[in-house]
């Protein structure tokens, strides 16, 4: 492992290496200095505990010639509250935008940042905000966000606020986009609106379980072709929408799982879901058949995922490592370990790279 990282502001820069139980390090290309380990283990924990010294002190690790599963940008943006980590990419650009909660929750920031870490832009939510995800839709210009329930549009130019549907009356969202057509909750109705021509599409009522008695069921999706909608509103079903036949098709799933995200494949073939309790794994269903056809074999449990439609590649993050899978044979094509992160991580794709945002307050691209 060799790291190096610089601090843009002082011009100050600090490498490390880590070779089995030996680390080395130097400050502005001077002496080096070594220690030793007992283990390589010892020496790799070592290794990382000093990165993440440098990167809490406005250091930016910035390496486009990482490899597969290396580091390309590691920046640290803060230790406020980390429960929520919203990202959103900018699509056919490497650039994403992360949401920051400040202090006590006096305002949130949205960061624009580019694959070096430079921030190009910040917009600022005065008061109280809690955004839990973010989806970017470059046709309308606008960053929709899920704000403590509540769905709003956030304008790029002038930064105002469009609120899109009505103030959450019981804690329970969701949120996507296809293209300029987006799908979110404005209870009791799962609404289906055209960004663009700023007109409702469909919408179709729903009534959310309490699962177990303490999690509100609600997850929704759009297909590529933006025909279809799949919502799980009982964790015993997915409903199945097609809005120009106006037809619905319901299917069976275990209601030992929640549904905590979804996902078309391109063609519209098929579903995936990613289930939290239960199997905490990945359950595909055919659309053609309108049945699971098996559980995807992940071999433990899914904290995050995030889908590249185009490259047809599944991101899991699952016991502090990355697993990226091939949709369609669901075969694992790389894996690598994590850094920066204590339990769990949001993830999504960008042209060339699979951004991450960890719970220690660290963004990161990771060379796929």
Request: hydrophobic share 35%.
């Amino acid at each position: 492992m060799k790291r190096m990282l610089a601090d843009r502001s002082s011009g100050k820069t600090w490498s490390i290496q880590c070779s089995g139980n030996r680390v080395t390090t130097s400050a502005n290309g001077g002496k080096e200095r070594e220690k030793m380990f007992e283990t390589p283990e010892q020496a790799a924990k070592h290794a990382e505990k000093e990165v993440w010294s440098r990167l809490k002190k406005g250091f930016v690790l910035s390496n486009l010639e990482a490899g597969a599963g290396e580091p390309v940008l590691h920046r640290y943006i803060g230790s406020g509250y980390t429960g929520s980590m919203p990202l959103a990419t900018v699509p056919g650009t490497n650039m994403f935008y992360a949401g920051y909660v400040v202090g006590q929750f006096e305002q949130e920031q949205i960061y624009l940042l580019d694959e070096h870490g430079v921030i190009r832009h910040t917009y600022e939510l005065a008061g109280h905000h809690l955004i839990y995800e973010m989806r970017y839709c470059p046709e309308a210009g606008e960053l929709l966000i899920n704000d403590s329930h509540h769905i709003r549009g956030l304008s790029l130019d002038s930064g105002a606020l469009r609120d899109y549907a009505s103030a959450a009356i019981h804690p329970v969202s969701t949120l996507a986009v296809s293209g300029s057509t987006a799908v979110w909750y404005d209870e009791p109705r799962i609404v289906v609106y055209d960004l663009l021509n700023q007109c409702e599409i469909d919408s179709k009522k729903v009534e959310c379980e309490l699962y177990g008695g303490h999690s509100p069921q609600l997850c929704a999706a759009l297909s590529y072709s933006g025909q279809l909608l799949a919502a799980c509103a009982n964790s015993g079903e997915i409903s199945i929408w097609d809005m120009s036949a106006k037809r619905e098709t319901v299917i069976a799933k275990p209601a030992s799982a929640m549904t905590a995200a979804m996902f078309f494949s391109p063609d519209d073939r098929y579903l995936f879901t990613q289930e939290q309790y239960g199997s905490w794994g990945i359950v595909c269903c055919d659309l053609s058949t309108m049945a699971p056809c098996g559980d995807w074999d992940t071999g433990g449990i899914i904290r995050s995922c995030a889908v590249d439609a185009a490259k047809e590649l599944v991101a899991v993050y699952q016991y502090g490592k990355i697993i990226l899978y091939h949709m369609r044979t669901k075969q694992c094509v790389l894996e690598f370990q994590l850094e920066h992160v204590v339990k769990n991580c949001s993830l999504a794709f960008t042209t060339d790279y699979l951004a991450v945002y960890t719970d220690y307050g660290c963004v990161s691209l990771y060379k796929i």
